[in-house]
């Protein structure tokens, strides 16, 4: 049950878009 919520499109887009946010704090 949990990998079914977590592989859904919405849970990547939601960790792509925490992963993005986080590069850009990190490397400014």
Do not use: C, T
Request: no cysteine; proline share 4%; hydrophobic share 30%.
């Amino acid at each position: 049950e949990y990998n079914r919520i977590h592989n859904s499109p919405e849970a990547r887009a939601a960790k792509a878009k925490y992963v993005k946010l986080r590069d850009k704090l990190f490397k400014s």
